[in-house]
Each structure stands twice: as C-alpha cells, then as structure tokens.
Nanobody, 128 residues
Framework: QVQMTESGGGSVHSGGSLRLSCAVS????????MGWFRQAPGKEREGVAT???????SYADSVKGRFTISQDNAKNTLYLQMDSLKHEDTTMYYC??????????????????????WGQGAQVTVSS
C-alpha cells in the first residue's frame, strides 16, 4: 500500500521561500508520475507541478520560474521548492502519485484522475 506523507508547510513573508517534502512509502514501481496540487477554500484543486520517471517536469504558468519540483529516488521523497512566494500562493498543497504506469509530466499536470495516491496536505501561508 502506497502512502504519501507531506511535511514542510508553514508561514513566510512575501518574497520568501519554503520547501515541501512528500515521503513515499510502499512504492515498488520504476515507472511513475508525481505532482503537486493546491486548493484554496471554495475553489477547485489546481495543478502546480508534475514530474515523471524520465525526469521531465511541467509547471503551471502561475508558478513557472518560481517553483521547482524534484524527487530523490534514494530517499523516496518528492519535493517542491517554492521561491519568491506571493500572497496568492497561500493555500493547502497536496502531493499526488501514480505508480501503475507512466504518464508524461506535461500530460498529467492538473489532471486529478491520473493520480491514485494523495498526501494529507500542507498549509502554506504567505503574508504580504
């Protein structure tokens, strides 16, 4: 059973940085796609970034150039480095994973139905 556990949320001032981590356990597949979503109260979940097993990445236009997705195979951990944070980045962030077949990162960005496993969420608050 795959489990995804997030950490690293918190509060920063505008322009600051945070790094979210998502530890993946029970993962035995070599072909995967993982990503980050975010969802504000009363709004639809938004795809932020994805990465696939080839190392290809894809980003939402709103975070391109500021956020970086990466993953460490040795540590079975997915990361989201968030720099130049803005007040509008304030919301809950969720990691997600697909481990039963690969989908290109560009195709999977923002498509919730592709992901079968989800983290519990981490709150990010950016004060202006």
């Amino acid at each position: 059973q795959v489990q995804m556990t997030e950490s690293g949320g918190g509060s920063v001032h505008s322009g600051g940085s945070l790094r979210l981590s998502c530890a993946v356990s029970g993962y035995t597949y070599s072909v995967f796609c993982m990503g980050w979503f975010r969802q504000a109260p009363g709004k639809e979940r938004e795809g932020v970034a994805t990465i696939d097993h080839t190392g290809s990445t894809s980003y939402a236009d709103s975070v391109k150039g500021r956020f970086t997705i990466s993953q460490d195979n040795a540590k079975n951990t997915l990361y989201l480095q968030m720099d130049s944070l803005k007040h509008e980045d304030t919301t809950m962030y969720y990691c997600a994973g697909r481990f039963n077949g690969g989908i290109p990162a560009t195709q999977a960005l923002g498509v919730e139905r592709y992901f079968g496993y989800w983290g519990q969420g981490a709150q990010v608050t950016v004060s202006s």
